[in-house]
């Protein structure tokens, strides 16, 4: 032995269990429930839609990897995958195969691939997808018609607007909260348990709320983000509703309507695209919250809560470098 060399690699010395693979499956097991609800309420139109969304997604990145960058596979660890179930649930169950299609290549290809790949990105690449879709193809993005697994012909198609869009139109007409509840029934019940007309990841809040907990146990995210967020939105709405209750909906019905939780929980909460300190997790979650809000009241669109996100992800190289996390073993000096 006392010839035997001792070698020392620099440190850290300190390695964990996890790896890209095991978070981005333990992010699909979380989705799971939202999944299935969504197929449940979307029938098999819904089941296309992910299919055709994983399977487009993993194609183009696969592609430009293998003959574009001529590089090895990079599909092997689940993100893209997880990439094109984000995509889907960004998406009406009505999406036409060649929507669903361009939101893929624009989700891989533009926004994650053009950038260097994987931890490269700045922005979330389904959120880009669902984004650059809403802009370019309008009428097909807000087409809500579906039928479940228990249609038997076309007079069972379900279509309707939204929650968010019959507030923002009604308001805008002149009705108040009031009429617009005698009108609609909007069924805080149904919103958090079952079919309520929008994207397919808007169809029931407590699934993703489930996903959340999972998550939260799992340790693959922390709770600052997804908090400060829903924290926000529910102070912002709930100051404009105590002073103007008939022309403002309540914190509830924005919390639990449109693409709130979702994009909360497993969208701002991306490792790429998110700050990596505690404080500036909670800067960039109130930023996400108030401009959602604003997006939400002022602005011409019924649903803000993408374009919060990315106009955050935009902001985060700098929340980065004034708030950075404090490194391991330094020691803070007494002021």
Known sequence: ??????????????????????????????????????????????????????????????????????????????SALLTGVLLALNLPASSPWWLVCIG?????GIAKMTFGGLGNNLFNPALVGRVVLLISFPVQMTNWTVKS?????????????TPLVIIKEGLSKGLTMEQLHSIYDFSYFE???????????????????????????????????????????AAFTGIMYAIDPLHNADPLFHLLTGGVLLGAIFMATDYV?????????WIFGVGI??????????????????????????????INMYFKPKRFGKEVANV
């Open 1 to 78: 032995m006392a010839n035997a060399k001792l070698l020392i690699s620099p440190a850290p010395h300190l390695h964990g269990a996890e790896n890209t693979r095991r978070i981005m499956r333990d992010v699909l097991l979380a989705l799971t429930p939202a999944v299935l609800v969504s197929i449940y309420f979307s029938g098999w139109n819904g089941v296309m839609v992910f299919a055709i969304s994983a399977l487009a997604c993993v194609g183009v990145e696969y592609g430009i990897q293998h003959f574009m960058r001529r590089g090895p596979s990079t599909i092997g660890d689940l």
């Open 104 to 108: 893929a290549v624009v989700a891989i």
């Open 273 to 281: 695209t998110s700050p990596m300190s505690t404080k500036g997790m």
């Open 149 to 161: 697994f228990f249609s038997t012909g076309a007079a069972d198609a379900i279509s309707g607007p």
């Open 289 to 318: 919250g108030v401009i959602t809000v604003l997006i939400r009241v002022f602005g011409s669109y019924p649903e803000g809560i993408s374009f919060a996100i990315l106009i955050m992800n935009a902001t985060v190289p700098l």
């Open 191 to 233: 919103m958090l348990f079952g079919k309520i007309d929008g994207s397919m990841g808007e169809a029931s809040a407590l699934a993703l709320l489930i996903g959340f907990g999972y998550l939260l146990i799992r340790k693959v995210i922390k709770w600052h983000i997804p908090v400060s967020i829903l924290l926000t939105i």
